[in-house]
């Protein structure tokens, strides 16, 4: 089974991902969260440093064909990008059998909060008012998955 955790931006994926790990039901699978993978790839120190020296879409493009790998292996848990969920990658895990995404619900105040907080995120730069609306627009397509509750 290969399980997905979804979520705006500073939901806290990674967190959730690294609590998992440390439960011993899930002894027999492999950890991934996507933004660690494209930092080991590109040798980066941060997402924003990476995205400032490749550009967003070809991040975008990066992080699909790591995807892509990471969903040949089985047995996997992958803490995903934030926006990591286009149309054609929605509809294949929505449709998929043995792919179950969990949609990590954590309010925009605590999202921004935790942005904000990290500094580090280079969406920040965009603005309070764009990531809300970024959130607005991602909302419908995270509640099609099943919907876990932040702590």
């Known amino acids: 089974m290969k399980y997905l955790i979804c979520g705006f931006s500073g939901a806290g994926k990674s967190s959730l991902l690294n609590k998992i790990k440390n439960d011993s039901q899930y002894k027999e699978y492999e950890f991934y969260d996507l933004d660690s993978e494209l930092l080991k790839i590109f040798k980066k120190d941060s997402i924003t440093e990476l995205v400032e020296s490749i550009g967003w879409e070809e991040f975008r493009q990066a992080e699909q064909e790591t995807l892509n790998l990471l969903l040949q292996k089985s ?17 294949f895990f929505y449709e998929s059998k043995d792919i179950k995404v969990l949609f990590l619900d954590t309010p925009i105040e605590v999202c921004l909060e935790r ?24 909302l419908p397509i995270y509640t099609r998955f099943e919907r876990i509750l932040s702590n």
């Open 75 to 91: 047995n996997i848990w992958i803490a995903l990008g934030g926006g990591s969920l286009n149309e054609k990658n929605v509809d």
């Open 115 to 138: 942005i904000k907080a990290a500094g580090d995120r280079p969406l920040l730069a965009e603005g309070e008012d764009f990531l809300r609306n970024l959130y607005k627009s991602r």
